[in-house]
C-alpha cells in the first residue's frame, strides 16, 4: 500500500480555478479580489482506490490515534495533507450524531428522514469543523517559524467566534473576537469570554464587523479567520463526506441546509465534488441551502433564475448566526448551486419557529437555523418535491442549548409576530398534592385523548 505517499494543496482562485499560492503564505483573496479554494493534487490521491480510501477512512473513524480520530483529521489527506501532525489542533470534531429522525418524518409522511446533529461538538456549532483546520494552520506557521503572526481575529454573528477562542485557547494562541452588540445569544458571547478571547462588541451588524476585521487584518499581524479564509472550507466539506460514510458510502437522496455567509453550503458541494473524483460517489445529492426570510438575499437571486444577486440589509430573526445580508462567499455557493441544479428556500419566523417546535416534540432540541431547515423541508414534502420514500438529511448546524433565549420566548408566547402553535409553557402551581395531581390528570387525558 502506498502509506508513504505524499500528497499536493495549494491555494488557487476560486472563480477560474487557476494560479497558484502556497498554503504557508498568508493569501485570503486572489489579485481580482476574489475568494481563494483549496486546490488537492486529485491525480496523486487517485493512486489509491476509491475502496482504498473508504477502508483507510473508516478504519480510523473515532478511533483515538491521534489526531486521526477526529472527523476532520481522519481525512487528513483531503484537507492539509502537508501539516506534521504534532502541529494539528484539534478537539476532536465531527464524528457527531446522525439522528434518525422516524417519528419526525412519519409526521411529515417521510420514511428515511435523518438529522445530522453537527452541534453536538466542543463548542456546540459546525464551525468547529473548519476552526480546527484554520488554527492547525496558523499553529504551523508559527512553530515552523514561516510566518511571524500575534494573533488571529474573525467577525462572527457568535458561532465562529466561539469555535475561534476554544480552538486559540488550546493552542496558546491570542484570539480577537468582533462581534455586533446586543444581536448574539447569551450562551455565545459568554464562549469567548470564557476561553479568554479579546471580545469586541461593536455597535453595528455582521456585516460591518466584517468590514472592519478585513482592514484589522490587512497589514498581516493578525491572521483572519472568517469563512471566506478557504482553509475553513476544508473541515467544514467533511460534513458531506462524513454522511455518506455513516450511511455505509450511500449517498441520501437530498440534504437541507441553513446558509448564511454560504460558506458552508459551498463547502458541502466541495467535499462532494472531490469524493466523486476519487470515485467514491457516483452523483451528488440534491441541495436545499435554507434562508431566514429576513435575511434572505441567496433566495431572492435564486428566484431571479441567478440572473441578479443584491445585497439586503439583514432584518432580526431568531436565527441570528445567519442573519447575513452580504455574505462573502456568494460567488462560490452560487457556481455550485448552479452548476449541480441546488435549490434555495426560505421560512419566515412563524415557520421556523413551529418546524424547530414540532421537530422537539419528537425528541429533537433544535437551534432556530435548522428551524429554517425543516421549515423547507415542510415546503417542498408539502408541494411534492421530496418524495416519501426518499432518503433526506437535515444539516443542523447548531445545538438548541446555545439558542435557549428564542426558544423560551416560543414557549412563553413573547415572540412577537409570532403565534406559537406547539408551545408547552411550564404550569405554575401551588405546591399542594390536589393542585399538583390534578393538573396531571388533566395534561395526560388530553395526551391520550
Ligand atoms: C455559521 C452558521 C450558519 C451559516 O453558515 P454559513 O457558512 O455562514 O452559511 C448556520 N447556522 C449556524 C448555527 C451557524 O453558526
Not at 459546525?126 to 467577525?155: E, P
Request: proline fraction near 5%.
Amino acid at each position: 500500500m502506498p502509506t508513504l505517499m505524499t500528497y499536493d494543496a495549494w491555494f488557487r482562485d476560486a472563480d477560474s480555478g487557476t494560479g497558484r499560492w502556497e498554503l504557508d503564505e498568508i493569501v485570503y483573496r486572489s489579485p481580482t479580489g476574489g475568494l481563494l479554494e483549496v486546490a488537492h493534487d486529485l491525480e496523486a490521491l487517485k493512486n489509491r482506490s476509491a475502496a482504498g480510501w473508504m477502508k483507510l477512512w473508516d478504519s480510523r473513524y473515532k478511533r483515538t490515534q491521534w489526531p486521526y480520530g477526529s472527523g476532520v483529521w481522519g481525512k487528513k489527506e483531503l484537507v492539509l495533507p502537508n501539516i506534521p501532525d504534532e502541529h494539528v489542533v484539534s478537539l476532536d470534531e465531527g464524528g457527531s450524531n446522525l439522528f434518525w429522525a422516524d417519528r419526525f418524518g412519519r409526521e411529515l409522511g417521510l420514511k428515511d428522514l435523518w438529522v445530522k446533529q453537527c452541534g453536538v461538538s466542543h463548542t456546540g456549532s459546525f464551525k468547529d469543523l473548519g476552526m480546527t483546520v484554520l488554527v492547525s494552520q496558523v499553529n504551523h506557521l508559527i512553530k515552523s517559524g514561516k510566518q511571524k503572526i500575534m494573533g488571529v481575529a474573525c467577525a462572527s454573528t457568535g458561532d465562529t467566534s466561539a469555535a475561534l477562542a476554544a480552538y486559540c485557547a488550546a493552542a496558546g494562541i491570542t484570539s480577537v473576537v468582533l462581534l455586533p452588540r446586543g444581536k448574539i445569544s447569551p450562551a455565545q458571547l459568554i464562549q469567548p469570554i470564557a476561553n479568554n478571547s479579546l471580545t469586541l462588541a461593536l455597535d453595528t451588524d455582521f456585516d460591518g464587523c466584517m468590514r472592519l476585521v478585513q482592514q484589522l487584518t490587512e497589514d498581516n499581524k493578525l491572521y483572519l479567520a472568517n469563512s471566506m479564509n478557504s482553509l475553513r472550507v476544508e473541515g467544514q466539506k467533511t460534513v458531506g463526506i462524513e454522511i455518506v460514510q455513516q450511511f455505509d458510502w450511500d449517498v441520501p437522496d437530498w440534504i437541507f441546509i441553513p446558509g448564511g455567509n454560504l460558506g458552508n453550503v459551498s463547502a458541502l458541494y466541495k467535499g462532494f465534488e472531490e469524493i466523486q473524483a476519487l470515485g467514491i460517489i457516483s452523483r451528488i445529492p440534491k441541495i436545499v441551502c435554507c434562508q431566514a426570510e429576513s435575511a434572505n438575499p441567496l433566495y431572492r437571486a435564486f428566484k431571479t433564475g441567478w440572473k441578479e444577486f443584491h445585497p439586503i440589509t439583514a432584518a432580526p430573526t431568531q436565527a441570528s448566526a445567519i442573519r447575513i445580508g452580504d455574505p462573502v462567499s456568494r460567488s462560490k455557493a452560487i457556481k455550485a448551486l448552479m452548476k449541480h441544479g441546488g435549490s434555495v428556500e426560505q421560512a419566515s419566523e412563524q415557520e421556523l419557529a413551529d418546524a424547530m417546535a414540532r421537530a422537539d416534540r419528537t425528541g429533537l432540541f433544535n437551534c432556530p437555523h435548522t428551524g429554517v431547515a425543516l421549515a423547507a423541508l415542510i415546503k417542498f414534502v408539502a408541494r411534492g418535491e421530496v418524495k416519501p420514500g426518499e432518503r433526506v438529511v437535515v444539516v443542523s448546524t447548531a445545538h438548541g442549548l446555545k439558542f435557549g433565549d428564542p426558544k423560551t420566548a416560543y414557549h412563553t408566547d413573547t415572540l412577537p409576530g409570532v403565534v406559537p402553535r406547539y408551545r408547552n409553557p411550564p404550569v405554575e402551581l401551588a405546591a399542594d398534592r390536589t393542585a399538583v395531581y390534578d393538573a396531571v390528570m388533566r395534561h395526560v387525558e388530553r395526551s391520550v385523548g
